[in-house]
C-alpha cells in the first residue's frame, strides 16, 4: 500500500514538472499569435480610415508636403520620418526653398516699398509733364517771327537750351493767371523784357536797334519751334530741385520757370535780394524760378 501511494506521487510529480516546463513555450506561442497578421477586414478597414484622414478637405491654408508629414509625424508621436520616396523628398525640397524664396521677395518688397513709390511718382510727374507740355501751340507766321525776335534778343548768346528755356519762359506766363493771357500781352507787359520798347524787339547794345526776322539763325527758330512744341527744360529742374530741397513741387516747378535773370548783368544789392528764392536752376548764363518768397 505504502508503495503504490509512493509510486502515486512519483507520477504526479513527473507531471507537474511537465507543466511547469511547457508553460514558458505556451506563453511564446501565445505572444507570437498576438503579432500575427490581422485579418483582411480589419487591415482595409485601418487602410480606408488613414486614407480618409489624408483626402478629408482641411480648413485654412493649404499646407506643404513639409507641413503634412510633420504634422503626421507629431499625430503618431514620432521623433523622425524617414521618407524612402526620392519625389516627395524633393518636393519637399523645392517647396522650403520657394518658401524661403518668397520670403526673400516679400522682405525685399517692403524694404523696397518706398524708393519704388518715389520712382513711380517721379515717372508719373514726367509722364504728366511730357503730355503736358506735348499740346502743341497754334499761332499765324507773323506772331511766330516775333517770338524768335524775342527769344533771341533774350538769349541769342546762350546755347540751344538756354534759348528753349527762355521761349518756354514766355509761354509760361501766357500760361498763367498771374500774367497776360496773349502773347502781346506778355510781350509788351511793362517791365517784363528791357529789350521790348513800344512793341518793337530790340538787340541791346551799346546802340540798340530793332531786329529782323531774317537775321534770326536757326537755331533760334528751332528752339522757339521746340517750345512751341511743349519742350520746357525748366519743369523738370525745378521739380528735382523742389523734391531735393523738400519744397512743394507743384508751389516751385509746376507749369516750369516765370522769371530768369542773368547774375551777370544784376547790380550786387539785386543780387543780394535774388539769394531768398528759395527754389531755382541755372541754364547756360540765366538763373530759372517760378517763386520768390519775399
Not at 497754334?138 to 527769344?151: D, G, H, P, S, W
Not at 541791346?204 to 536797334?209: E, V
Request: proline fraction near 4%; include cysteine.
Amino acid at each position: 500500500m505504502y508503495r503504490r501511494k509512493k509510486n502515486d506521487l512519483k507520477v504526479y510529480a513527473s507531471i507537474l514538472v511537465g507543466i511547469l516546463i511547457s508553460l514558458p513555450l505556451m506563453f511564446t506561442s501565445i505572444m507570437d499569435e498576438g503579432k500575427g497578421d490581422k485579418p483582411q477586414a480589419i487591415q482595409e478597414s485601418q487602410a480606408l480610415t488613414l486614407q480618409e484622414q489624408v483626402n478629408e478637405p482641411q480648413e485654412g491654408p493649404i499646407p506643404t508636403a513639409s507641413s503634412f508629414i510633420f504634422n503626421n509625424a507629431m499625430q503618431y508621436n514620432t521623433t523622425s520620418v524617414v521618407l524612402e520616396d526620392k519625389d516627395i523628398g524633393n518636393t519637399i525640397k523645392q517647396t522650403n526653398e520657394q518658401d524661403r524664396q518668397q520670403s526673400f521677395v516679400s522682405i525685399q518688397e517692403v524694404n523696397t516699398e518706398p524708393e519704388e513709390s518715389n520712382q513711380i511718382a517721379n515717372i508719373e510727374k514726367q509722364e504728366e509733364i511730357q503730355a503736358t507740355n506735348s499740346e502743341v501751340q497754334e499761332i499765324n507766321q507773323e506772331e511766330f517771327e516775333t517770338r524768335c525776335k524775342l527769344t533771341y534778343a533774350e538769349s541769342g548768346n546762350q546755347d540751344y537750351e538756354g534759348q528753349v528755356a527762355v521761349a518756354a519762359v514766355i509761354l509760361n506766363r501766357q500760361a498763367s493767371e498771374n500774367f497776360p493771357d496773349t502773347f502781346e500781352g506778355v510781350m509788351t507787359q511793362k517791365g517784363a523784357f528791357s529789350s521790348v520798347k513800344n512793341g518793337n524787339v530790340y538787340i541791346m547794345t551799346s546802340k540798340p536797334y530793332v531786329i529782323e526776322y531774317e537775321n534770326i539763325p536757326e537755331k533760334t527758330i528751332k528752339a522757339t519751334q521746340d517750345a512751341l512744341n511743349g519742350y520746357d527744360p525748366t519743369e523738370e529742374l525745378l521739380w528735382q530741385e523742389a523734391v531735393r530741397l523738400g519744397l512743394d513741387p507743384e508751389k516751385y516747378a509746376e507749369g516750369g520757370a516765370l522769371f530768369f535773370y542773368n547774375p551777370k548783368y544784376c547790380s550786387e544789392s539785386a543780387l543780394m535780394e535774388r539769394n531768398s528764392i528759395k527754389c531755382k536752376v541755372q541754364i547756360g548764363d540765366h538763373i530759372f524760378y517760378k517763386v520768390w518768397d519775399q
